[in-house]
């Protein structure tokens, strides 16, 4: 009698040791197949580009997405919107050299060649204050972006400071009147794949 419940324990133990490891399984080509739509090997380095124009910026707006935070600026007529966007320590403005302070583990420095201006007539395209968080734009409950502050325009050129959680993983994408900066959740998320 002995034998017969041990060999039906043993039975019993395999079976859920059998359905533990289709479980497990069933459950890795899941997470690969998320992991592997994140993007990858953007880096952290400074990352610049060539402009065609200086046509004022419009409009400047964020969204969320799966594996990363976004940001966009509007050029509607600017063509390719040349850039520089790099990490600093602080984000100064340029001319005054003066502070703006900006919220987050890091600070992304993003210079766009566009004005917050008409250059024929100085009148504002787009309604920023020095110092104060860009209007329209609400980062609350962002995986990534903590804080924004507009840092002004000189010589047809506009500052932008995007506060972020740490130093993450960033690309730029030129697009015809747009300029896109993503910025990845993680570093594990942006190296699978």
Not at 48 to 74: E, F, Q
Request: glycine share 14%.
């Amino acid at each position: 009698m002995r034998r017969i419940g041990a060999a039906l324990a043993a039975l019993v133990l395999a079976g859920a040791g059998v359905g533990a490891a289709a479980t497990s399984a069933g459950a890795a080509p899941a997470t690969a197949a998320r992991a592997a739509a994140c993007p990858t090997g953007w880096g952290s380095g400074t990352k610049s580009g060539a402009a065609t124009g200086t046509v004022p910026l419009k409009n400047i707006r964020t969204a969320r997405h799966d594996c990363y935070d976004r940001m966009v600026v509007d050029v509607p007529g600017g063509g390719d919107v040349g850039y520089h966007v790099q990490y600093v320590d602080r984000l100064h403005q340029d001319g005054s050299g003066d502070y703006i302070p900006v919220g987050g583990g890091a600070v992304l420095e993003i210079r766009v060649s566009a004005p917050s201006y008409a250059p024929d007539s100085g009148t504002p395209t787009y309604p920023g204050n020095v110092g104060r968080p860009l209007p329209g734009v609400d980062v609350d409950g962002y995986s990534t972006f903590r804080d924004t502050r507009f840092a002004g325009s000189l010589e047809g050129e506009t500052q932008i400071g995007l506060g972020v959680r740490a130093r993450l993983p960033f690309r730029v994408i030129q697009l015809p009147d747009r300029l896109v900066v993503d910025v990845a959740h993680s570093w594990t998320s942006s190296r699978s794949a």
